[in-house]
């Protein structure tokens, strides 16, 4: 299995699937919370190991508003992690761009992921037209790593 | 396939991501398998927590 991360350590909310698709959990804001992972296949269908790339997300379903404290965060990373653990998946995600946030949302991500991520893992970060904002997370052991890094082009001047 | 291909490949990929993860903080999960045909992963249940 590709996780490493030690998930005792996390301070997580109890969580519950919901219709298959969906895991929920309640906040100490009494927020609750959608979390999910679609299938990333499809855009990348000449790609052989594309069944294993799939796409997170997670939305506040009780309040509009995306107040995260600790264990919020925290059982979100669990949710994450948890999965990765389970098979050679490929985790992307793009940043909401509700609110013209993408670039807090995306600084708040990588601030998770540096402080979570116990070298074991690997993040490629794109960003398109300084707005959209899409990060793949990948296990340094996955024996999909090389070709996935591979499929990413080198950002020379020409790109900026 | 040569950097600039990969790029605008990426970049298709990046805006159809976007689109869709749109749809779904819209609607939610439910409604955006029915009315988007959103595909989402079938999630195993939560393990127990073991006691610290």
Redesign the interface.
């Known amino acids: 299995m590709n996780s490493e991360l030690n998930l005792?350590n996390l301070d997580y909310h109890?969580?519950?699937?919901k219709?298959?698709?969906?895991?929920h959990f309640l906040n100490d804001f009494g927020v609750l919370y959608?979390v999910?992972?679609?299938?990333g296949a499809?855009?990348?269908s000449d790609v052989y190991f594309r069944n294993y790339i799939?796409?997170f997300?997670f939305?506040p379903?009780s309040s509009t508003d995306f107040t995260f404290d600790k264990k919020t965060a925290e059982t979100i990373i669990y949710i994450l992690a948890?999965?990765l653990s389970?098979d050679d998946y490929i985790v992307?995600y793009?940043c909401?761009?509700?609110d013209k946030k993408q670039g807090v949302r995306n600084r708040l991500f990588n601030r998770w992921f540096k402080k979570y991520n116990n070298g074991s893992f690997d993040k490629f970060d794109?960003v398109?037209e300084e707005n959209?904002f899409?990060s793949s997370i990948i296990s340094k052991k996955n024996p999909f790593y090389i070709d996935f890094k591979q499929?990413?082009?080198?950002?020379?001047e020409?790109?900026k | 396939m040569t950097e600039k291909e990969k790029y605008e490949k990426w970049r298709q990929i990046a805006f159809s991501m976007a689109e869709e993860k749109k749809n779904i903080q819209e609607v939610g999960v439910e409604r955006a398998k029915n009315e988007f045909g959103i595909k989402f992963e079938k999630l195993r249940l939560p393990r127990i927590r073991e006691k610290k």
């Open positions: 005792k109890e969580f519950e699937r219709n298959d698709n969906e895991y959608q999910y992972f679609t299938l499809d855009y990348f799939k796409v997300g939305r379903i948890d999965y389970q992307m793009v909401d761009e509700k794109l398109f959209t899409v499929s990413f082009p080198n950002l020379g020409e790109y």
